[in-house]
């Protein structure tokens, strides 16, 4: 099978196919997206380190399937984030555990599908699991409010309307126009720079703190400025890990939550509710078909190949990426 590998230059190579384990479903993919967490581990690999499959966003159909697997079948369409401690998905066919995979929404294109796993997952458990809203608030805005930094990447544009429907008050960041009309777009109940002092800014809003704080941009760079802008016993989540020690002093005045989130913790533990990101994926496909999320997807590739994926690297490397990149198809 064909498959792109780390070395650390990208390079097209065939590969034998896997054999699926008891719980796996061998799935031939269709689409690929990409995320930091791709340019991050092809950035540990050093010269003359053994090579690595990176990928970990894929949409694609059910070849096989292991004798334990109960929730899919041969042919099913589907999508998956799956396990960063396994082979990705920058190949022809990839292993993944059924329980980290949801089936792929019926209208969307295998490239907007291919979209949605990680952002999704991250999205989802950063604001259900981490700050405690409720998926089934209701959108009357009458919720807490909270602060998105980093709106128009892949995670916020998922986070944002996800936070919209649970009836948030959403304040998205976002510096360039082009970004700030996604943000909007989206449901975005307000839009701030991230360029400029934030607390002037919400300020004018009419906020001088916020109960929660989402921050899926840079944690040291909003450290102190999170600590004054969260209200009195509210909560922040971050998913970028720290540089430098982060003072947890500032935080205990307010009793402030703080929370991390990193979407592999279920997957790399083998937790026993490791199943959970099935179910919210499959939750996710409920969404998208009823049309109570948008796709994020921002750009499409084609075909699968090493020259893409290093557009695609490029892309997420300048910082300004609007939704998601994804490739399609193997040419």
């Avoid at 010269?47 to 096989?64: H, K, N, S, T, Y």
């Avoid at 292991?66 to 099913?76: I, K, P």
């Avoid at 589907?78 to 329980?99: K, S």
Wanted: aromatic share 6%; hydrophobic share 45%; glycine share 12%.
């Amino acid at each position: 099978m064909r498959a792109i590998l780390a070395t650390p230059a990208l390079v097209d190579t065939e590969l034998p196919e896997p054999v699926p384990g008891p719980l796996d479903l061998l799935v031939r993919i269709e689409a690929v997206a990409v995320n930091p967490i791709d340019t991050k581990l092809r950035a540990a690999v050093g010269e003359g380190d053994p090579p690595r499959q990176l990928g970990w966003d894929a949409a694609g159909v059910v070849a096989a399937v292991g004798e334990r697997v109960g929730r899919f079948r041969v042919g099913d369409g589907v999508m998956f984030a799956g396990d960063a401690g396994r082979a990705g998905c920058y190949a022809e066919a990839v292993l993944v555990d059924e329980r980290l995979v949801g089936r792929k929404p019926a209208q969307l294109s295998w490239a907007e599908s291919a979209s949605v796993p990680l952002t999704g997952l991250t999205a989802w458990e950063a604001l259900f699991e981490r700050l405690d809203l409720d998926p089934a608030g209701g959108g009357g805005g009458k919720g807490p409010s909270l602060l998105i930094l980093g709106g128009a990447g892949g995670v916020g544009s998922i986070a944002i309307q996800l936070a919209r429907r649970a009836g948030a008050v959403v304040v998205a960041s976002a510096s360039r126009p082009e970004s700030a009309a996604w943000v909007r777009e989206l449901g975005a109940h307000h839009v701030v720079d991230h360029h400029r002092p934030l607390a002037p800014q919400l300020a004018a809003l009419g906020f001088e703190v916020v109960d929660r704080i989402a921050n899926f941009s840079d944690t040291d760079a909003y450290w102190e400025v999170m600590a004054e802008l969260i209200a009195p016993l509210g909560s922040i989540v971050a998913i970028v890990g720290n540089r430098r020690p982060l003072d947890l002093n500032r935080l205990k005045a307010k009793s402030v939550t703080f929370a991390w989130e990193f979407m592999f913790s279920r997957s790399q533990f083998q937790t026993a509710d490791m199943g959970r990101q099935g179910q919210i994926l499959d939750r996710l496909a409920e969404l998208l078909e009823a049309g109570e999320l948008r796709p994020t997807l921002g750009r499409t590739l084609s075909p699968i190949n090493a020259a893409n994926l290093e557009i695609a690297h490029a892309q997420l490397a300048t910082g300004s990426t609007i939704g998601k990149v994804a490739l399609v198809g193997w040419g």
